[in-house]
């Protein structure tokens, strides 16, 4: 759909009805570079890349839609920013969280994906059933599984079967429906249809609030299958329409009964009708811009119209404030969005806020912890609290404290690492910062924190200093233990170090190809470490600033009703994951020869603590020296 958009409207100047309105998006020179290649290029890639948009995607290799949302994050971002205003400023914000979005011709799920977030459910359909499939591995990967519906059908005007032609390299989302009497239907694939009416109904679908038809010529039949649907809840629209069909498209929605406005989304300004002078204001622009535009519809259009938005008129919806750009403004945003196409962009501007932010919390028996942690995460907008199956009374506590935080209640103890994948594959916002419940971090400390991450643009992790409640530092980061002993006093500015304890960390989430940053085979001490390392090995930095510094109450995160199991537990995790550690880094040999001294001095240890009586440390003892003797060489 993408590839036709520059200049569209260009090209059919007698459909506009108002002065076109520049958005004030802007779309990189890297994107048109891409299009210009995109053919020369070896068709191969691996089945997985990051979006850069803090979302990932499964990608089909050798297909233009794929390697465009590898590349820059994801397909026709301009579109869908304008779509999402829209829905926004149209529909309000209490009933697109209570109503369903309809991603007809879904692909590879790009349109679910980014706004998705949004809608209280999401049905995607494609009528080819790979990108069915990879559609919803993306939904499902993006922490939408659990609200959306995949569907393997063709939209049409009725149910049955259609036939369908697919293009076999480069834009494999053109698979178009073949008409009656096309001469090579015999070379196509049959798969079943059915009309949108008849899909909204089977579905029990109660509200449907936007739609996206991108099915390739086969519109006008999809929405005479769909007029029911748009007469009952005159959703916002957004169609692709193909060369010639832009008065069939608005006759056929007229029949519904609802007064719409068709609006055409255009890459180029309009208003420039020669190729050197579209250039021209998309260099001094810093990209070529992005316009909208309304459409009368009154002759065919003379090219196809990648992205035209039906609004209804009752919603009464401004155009000209929906995007108040000013001169001043607009170049700003330009160099914003084209930087958002760069490897390395800065996520945060100059004044970095707490909506950039999830508090993602871990929890486990954790109830004498809330209290307090809930003043400090009182005013974060975005705080998630992953409990691993405690028995006490946090869950109770969280919603008595923090009512707005988002709670993800797990069966079992998965870890600290498994627990902390869990809801970081939930996240939307550019940055997480892991805070144990154990520790009081401020609004101010966190800005902070960003604020430094926005000096370093390169970093994947900041930490703060941490110290305990008594205002005593902490030894909370150093070299790469496995290559150099950490010397020297503590740091007195923003450092790269090389490990750094993960009770307070900031992650910047574009910075890896994956939400699974922790090994889940460390349940519990050494995977922040692990994770540094890794980091560490990959050039991504790790940075502590001394100059924020949070308390850190050391082992408080854990009561429970047994606690000198809690000690033993402690001390036998400890011993498994130090063992693991070294496994996984230094080859299993300095794992055995690490394991069989621990084995001794642990044993030692435990003799100490018998003649030195403890409980506490005689529990913890005894849980290393059976830690020791059951972790594996290997990793």
Avoid at 96 to 118: F, K, P, Q
Avoid at 201 to 229: C, M, P, W, Y
Avoid at 293 to 304: F, I, K
Wanted: with cysteine.
């Amino acid at each position: 759909m993408e590839g036709s958009a520059a200049s569209t409207l260009a090209q059919v100047p007698h459909e506009s009805g108002t002065q076109p309105i520049d958005t004030g998006l802007r779309v990189s020179f890297k994107v048109y570079w891409y299009k210009l290649l995109h053919p020369l290029l070896e068709r191969r890639g691996r089945f997985f890349l990051q979006g850069r948009q803090h979302r990932r995607y499964f990608v089909m290799p050798g297909d233009y839609v794929s390697g465009y949302t590898a590349k820059f994050g994801s397909f026709e971002a301009e579109e869908i920013a304008v779509a999402r205003q829209v829905c926004r400023q149209a529909l309000g914000a209490e009933r697109l969280a209570h109503s369903t979005m309809l991603d007809l011709g879904c692909h590879i799920g790009n349109y679910s994906v980014e706004l998705g977030a949004d809608f209280g459910a999401v049905v995607a359909v494609d009528a080819v059933q790979s990108y069915a499939h990879v559609a919803r591995a993306n939904l499902a990967w993006n922490g939408l599984e659990g609200k959306s519906t995949v569907v393997c059908a063709a939209i049409s005007d009725r149910e049955g079967e259609v036939r369908l032609h697919m293009e076999r390299h480069g834009n494999l989302g053109h698979a178009r429906v073949s008409q009656d009497g096309d001469a090579n239907q015999d070379a196509a694939t049959i798969v079943p249809a059915v009309s949108l009416d008849a899909l909204v109904r089977r579905l029990d679908v109660q509200d449907v609030s936007f739609i996206k038809f991108d099915i390739e010529g086969h519109e006008i039949a999809a929405l005479n299958g769909a007029l029911q649907t748009i007469r009952q809840h005159a959703p916002v629209i957004q169609v692709e329409v193909d060369k010639g069909n832009l008065p069939a498209v608005l006759r056929q929605v007229r029949q519904t009964g609802v007064a719409y406005e068709a609006w055409q989304v255009v890459r180029g300004n309009p208003a420039c009708r020669g190729g050197l002078s579209r250039l021209w204001t998309a260099l001094c622009a810093g990209g070529n811009p992005v316009f909208v535009q309304q459409l009368t519809g009154q002759e065919a259009n003379v090219r196809h119209l990648p992205c035209v938005l039906l609004v209804p008129k009752a919603v009464r919806l401004d155009w000209q404030t929906l995007f108040p750009m000013h001169e001043a403004a607009r170049t700003a945003r330009a160099a914003e969005l084209v930087a958002t196409l760069e490897l390395n962009r800065k996520p945060c501007g100059d004044h970095p806020s707490l909506n950039d932010v999830t508090a993602v919390v871990v929890t486990f028996n954790s109830a004498h912890c809330i209290e307090h942690l809930a003043k400090s995460l009182a005013t974060w907008p975005h705080v998630t609290i992953v409990d691993n199956g405690s028995n006490d009374r946090t869950r109770d506590l969280v919603a008595q404290y923090l009512p707005r935080a988002r709670w993800i209640g797990l069966d079992d103890n998965l870890g600290f690492g498994a627990a902390n994948n869990k809801a970081l594959a939930q996240v939307l916002t550019p940055y997480a910062l892991l805070v144990n419940p154990d520790c009081l971090v401020g609004a101010k400390d966190a800005l902070a924190l960003l604020q430094t991450a926005h000096h370093w643009p390169q970093a994947a992790v900041i930490v703060p200093q941490l110290m305990d409640s008594k205002g005593r530092l902490q030894l909370n980061y150093g070299w790469p233990r496995p290559r150099w002993i950490s010397r020297g006093p503590e740091a007195q500015g923003p450092l790269c170090v090389g490990n750094a304890c993960g009770a307070v960390m900031l992650l910047r989430l574009d910075a890896m190809p994956t939400r699974e940053w922790f090994d889940t085979r460390f349940f519990l001490y050494y995977e922040d470490e692990d994770l540094c390392l890794r980091l560490f090995a990959a050039g991504l930095p790790v940075v502590v600033e001394p100059s924020v510094r949070v308390v850190h109450v050391n082992r408080g995160s854990v009561r429970g009703s047994r606690p000198l199991q809690v000690e033993y537990l402690r001390g036998m995790h400890h011993a498994m994951s130090k063992i693991l550690f070294t496994a996984k880094h230094q080859g299993e040999g300095a794992a055995s020869r690490q394991r069989r001294l621990a084995r001794l001095q642990s044993v030692a240890v435990l003799l100490l603590r018998v003649l030195l009586p403890s409980p506490r440390h005689l529990a913890r003892a005894w849980g290393r020296v059976v830690g020791f003797w059951h972790a594996p060489s290997s990793y």
